[in-house]
């Protein structure tokens, strides 16, 4: 078993929905969730990050941790064509953001029909 | 200012032979990456440098693969004996430490054939 699990999709969804994108995982250990966003050959970029549970929103886009559960989720509002990418969920044990390596999920392709 | 930048982009090779795959930080990024994505998945941590020593090297999936960083910048990823399961993107990142994003680079597209 990976120790972090996301659906592959793809996922394909209407001009402004509500996009939902989830991962759960199994070491407890991890302290950092990230969630990075890939275009079609190029390297991964972070869109936002959380320590330990919680919520964070930047934007369009609300990261949630549920340490409890090990789940965490991004949601997108008002999706468009632009998001359309491949979004990887990461995580990291270290005890400072940064320094530490990442483990990252199977990543989820998502489209956004216009 | 200038991102992480890899070269080759692409490399083709047959199987059995050596490979060096180069990565150049970002000026002044202390921490430096090596992951492995195949078609399908996530990246796969392979080894992480802090200045120009290894430290955690515990990704590497054999002897087969070796890294260096002899000045605390550029880094070169070799792989030797190539086999066909070898074939991957090998991505590397940099960052400047502390509460600080690892920042990717491109990619260097291996196809072992």
């Known amino acids: 078993q990976k120790e972090v699990e996301q659906d592959p999709g793809p996922l394909s969804v209407p001009e402004g929905a509500i996009v939902s994108l989830n991962c759960t995982y199994s070491n407890s250990a991890f302290q950092y969730f990230m969630w990075y966003r890939q275009y079609s050959r190029k390297g991964p970029e972070l869109l936002m990050y959380t320590y330990s549970s919680g919520n964070k929103e930047d934007g369009r886009f609300t990261a949630q941790v549920d340490k409890s559960s090990k789940y965490i989720s991004l949601f997108i509002r008002d999706s468009q064509p632009s998001d359309s990418a491949t979004y990887l969920c990461?995580?990291?044990?270290?005890?400072?953001?940064?320094?530490?390596?990442?483990?990252f999920g199977t990543g989820t392709r998502l489209t956004i029909i216009p | 200012g200038a991102g992480v930048s890899q070269t080759p982009s692409n490399k083709v090779t047959e199987k059995g032979k050596y490979v060096e795959l180069r990565c150049d930080p970002i000026?002044?990024?202390?921490?430096l990456y090596w992951y492995r994505q195949s078609l399908g998945q996530g990246p796969e941590f392979l080894i992480y440098?802090?200045?120009?020593?290894?430290?955690?090297d515990s990704g590497l999936p054999n002897d087969r693969f070796f890294a260096v960083r002899p000045e605390g910048s550029v880094s070169t990823l070799k792989i030797q004996r190539t086999e066909r399961g070898d074939s991957a993107v090998y991505l590397c990142?940099?960052?400047?430490?502390?509460?600080?994003?690892?920042?990717f680079g491109p990619g260097t597209r291996l196809l072992v054939l």
């Open positions: 990142a940099s960052s400047p430490g502390n509460q600080e994003t690892q920042y």
């Open positions: 000026s002044g990024h202390t921490a």
């Open positions: 990461a995580m990291s044990a270290g005890a400072v953001f940064g320094n530490e390596k990442l483990t």
């Open positions: 440098f802090q200045g120009t020593g290894a430290a955690d």
